[in-house]
């Protein structure tokens, strides 16, 4: 026996509702899975455990894309990043720097010199707090220094120092005026502050 004209039309609008729904809840759950990958790394929802891979939750979007085209196109050093960048769609990439910016940041805490967070603490202020504002917690644009593993901002300073990784006209100048007038130690003071904000 065939179903009614109503029954048939109430099917076809569940199905309807079912597809409706279903395609933002599929949309999400690729992203999940996309995100897994870098879990591996960087930790659960981005907020990394590992002393040489930087925390990549609540990374402004503009900051997260261009991080990883830069990996992609290999104008950013990496150990493995390079390859894994290029398995990714520039799709995929805004979808992950979406995703991770809905994430908290975790900063449990990590061993710092309390000499030189006192001492980087001033220096930091002055040189960086123009684009790493709220002791280092908001950067637009820039990455988020607070909290981030310090074994990991030493070597990223390192490979910026040595003309290894590319910095932007404005870093550069603030770069060149703290080496200038406090020396190279300045660096791994600030680091040590920045590491210690939590």
């Known amino acids: 026996?065939?179903?009614?004209?109503?029954?048939?039309?109430?099917?076809?609008?569940?199905?309807?509702?079912?597809?409706?729904?279903s395609a933002p809840a599929l949309a999400d759950l690729e992203?999940?899975?996309?995100a897994v990958s870098c879990a591996?790394?960087?930790?659960?929802?981005?907020?990394?455990?590992?002393?040489?891979?930087?925390?990549i939750a609540s990374l402004s979007p503009e900051y997260f894309v261009d991080s990883m085209i830069a990996y992609k196109t290999e104008t950013r050093p990496s150990t493995v990043m390079g390859r894994i960048a290029k398995g990714y769609s520039d799709a995929q990439i805004d979808k992950l720097a979406e995703y991770f910016e809905g994430k908290p940041f975790d900063r449990p805490g990590q061993?710092?010199?309390?000499?030189?967070?006192?001492?980087?603490?001033?220096?930091?202020?002055?040189?960086?707090?123009?684009?790493?504002?709220?002791?280092?917690?908001?950067?637009?644009?820039?990455?988020?220094?607070?909290?981030?593993?310090?074994?990991?901002?030493?070597?990223?300073?390192?490979?910026?120092?040595?003309?290894?990784?590319?910095m932007e006209k404005r870093q550069k100048q603030k770069f060149d005026a703290l080496l200038a007038d406090q020396g190279r130690d300045a660096f791994d003071a600030i680091l040590h502050y920045y590491a210690s904000v939590k």
């Open 1 to 21: 026996m065939r179903p009614s004209i109503p029954s048939r039309r109430l099917g076809s609008a569940l199905l309807l509702g079912a597809i409706l729904w």
């Open 31 to 34: 992203t999940e899975l996309l």
């Open 40 to 55: 591996a790394c960087h930790g659960t929802d981005g907020s990394s455990i590992g002393i040489a891979t930087p925390t």
């Open 111 to 166: 061993a710092v010199d309390q000499a030189k967070v006192d001492a980087g603490k001033g220096l930091a202020k002055k040189y960086c707090e123009s684009c790493h504002e709220e002791e280092g917690k908001v950067g637009e644009g820039v990455g988020v220094l607070a909290g981030q593993r310090l074994p990991y901002m030493q070597f990223s300073v390192t490979d910026f120092l040595s003309g290894r990784r590319a």
